[in-house]
């Protein structure tokens, strides 16, 4: 069954134990896997790992050994509680293997839990869970947390806010990654150890990062909008700010598959972005075939910068890839 994200967002919180399984699946890895870490602990408790009641397997693993996964789901726990078992990263390589696992399941055996990128509606995963009538497939959006999401992540953290202060948190989910948004939390909770007064809007100044996704946004839309001459003293700006390269190229990826996205589904609906207008307008002008270039540029930029035989200044060569976007995109 799909789950919307309105209607996940309760059974994230409260997990309904006698489920088959639950597909969390997005573009953004990060929100995956913060997400399946939230439905995980409120699913099986803080000690489920210890307690060997949850089993992890990467997809690539699974394949070369597909009776892992129903062992797992098939194994008897020494400890009681709810168990499940995790499969990362899952695409239709492994179709087959999760289908089996579904079909086979029974009440009392191990939850399937399956984390996935970006999937197709082709896809045979998310059919498979969407088909199925005791499990779920919800998929992650590139939204930042709402106030219900901060709030409940203070209250978690043990944190109470001032008026000020809360509008500040909800400014800066909006403009950070979600793992670099919990890491502020928790900053900030260490900050007020000891300290039983609510937060204010110097606890968070002394706790927020530098340099947040809004100024990064600026190099984007520069490029994007094919702006070639701006690059330099952008980037300039970003070096000076401590604004890692890999970050940089990974951020550009995403925004230049949103606009993909946009340019090759003209009328869906537009996640993650936000000013939607100017993503509109920036897909438009670059079309679905220039846009798959680009993402072959980030792409190949980005193997670079990881490679262990690669020398050359990190911010130099994404300075370069950007330079080699906006030329790409004026072209007519």
Known sequence: MKLSPREAKPYFTRPDPARTGLLIYGSDAMRV?????????????????????????PAGELRRDPAMLLDAIKAVGFFPGPRAALVEEANDNIAKILLDAL??????????IVTAGDLKKTSKVLKAFESHPNAYATPIYDN????????QMLKDAGLTPEADAMAALSDLARTLDPGDFRQTLEKITLYKLGD???????????????STEAEVDDILHVVAETRAAEIGPVMSKLQGQGVNAVTLTIMATRHFRTLYRIAANPGA???????????MRQARNWGAAKLETALAVL????????????HAPALALVERAFIRLAM?????
């Open 144 to 151: 930042p947390p709402d106030r219900a999401e901060i709030e």
């Open 269 to 279: 609906p537009i996640y993650g972005v936000r000013d939607r207008d100017r993503a």
């Open 299 to 310: 792409t190949e930029t980005d193997l670079k910068l990881r490679s262990a035989g690669q």
């Open 328 to 332: 790409l995109g004026a072209q007519r």
């Open 103 to 112: 079909k086979d399941w029974q009440p009392g055996d191990a939850q399937i």
């Open 33 to 57: 896997a913060l997400k399946r870490q939230e439905f995980l602990k409120n699913l099986l408790g803080a000690n489920a790992e210890e307690e060997m009641r949850l089993s992890r397997m």
């Open 196 to 210: 039983s007064t609510p937060i204010g809007l110097d606890d968070i100044a002394a706790c927020a990062p530098t």
